[in-house]
T-cell receptor, first 114, second 115 residues
């Protein structure tokens, strides 16, 4: 089975540019999560979806961040405009029935904002 | 409040010796508990999970963990470390109630395995 697929694996861009991260969850999973990982703050949950509907976006740091899930097989996390402090590794994960079942992670997108 | 504490930020062992990574949790409900591993530049991979069945849980790559409710602990062990075990390990608790159960992640333990 294909796992969670994220693209791009690496992104380097200049401050002020729009950044779009993409995620394809495992087929059949009904939960999708976006995380951010930094040395300073560890792993932070940004937002999660259930059946394509955003359930909790309380972890989204600012209005510059937005996430969508137009269908069960695709989600995006967008940062506009980007800032150097957004540099981090962003992970997407998916699961069945959140909490009871483990989350399956993609390999992440390493984002560097110059 | 729910929380998880990984007691060691760094652990160093020699190849072939036992591994112990410690985790304590706090939860008002019957939790589900997980250990994840992260190798450099990779995503997080599930090692094992506890969901109120047997208290001794066996995972992949020879790892196991024991749920001890009286001690609120879920320590990860392996009898003999291998060089490939060098990675970051995360203890995670799912508090286990309500419709908005956020996973609570420990800050991680970095495991170094010396030849």
């Amino acid at each position: 089975d294909a796992g969670v697929i994220q693209s791009p694996r690496h992104e380097v861009t200049e401050m002020g540019q729009e950044v779009t991260l993409r995620c394809k969850p495992i087929s059949g999973h009904d939960y999708l999560f976006w995380y951010r990982q930094t040395m300073m703050r560890g792993l932070e949950l940004l937002i999660y979806f259930n059946n394509n509907v955003p359930i909790d976006d309380s972890g989204m740091p600012e209005d510059r961040f937005s996430a969508k899930m137009p269908n069960a097989s695709f989600s995006t996390l967008k940062i506009q405009p980007s800032e150097p402090r957004d540099s981090a590794v962003y992970f997407c994960a998916s699961s069945f029935r959140r909490g009871e079942q483990p989350q399956h992670f993609g390999d992440g997108t390493r984002l560097s904002i110059l | 409040a729910q929380s998880v504490t990984q007691l060691d930020s760094h652990v160093s062992v020699s190849e072939g010796t036992p591994v112990l990574l410690r985790c304590n949790y706090s939860s008002s409900y019957s939790p589900s508990l997980f250990w994840y591993v992260q190798h450099p530049n990779k995503g997080l991979q599930l090692l094992l999970k506890y969901t109120s069945a047997a208290t001794l849980v066996k995972g992949i790559n020879g790892f196991e963990a024991e749920f001890k409710k009286s001690e609120t602990s879920f320590h990860l062990t392996k009898p003999s470390a291998h060089m490939s075990d060098a990675a970051e390990y995360f203890c995670v608790v799912s508090p286990g109630a309500g419709n908005n159960r956020k996973l609570i992640w420990g800050l991680g333990t970095s495991l170094a395995v010396n030849p």
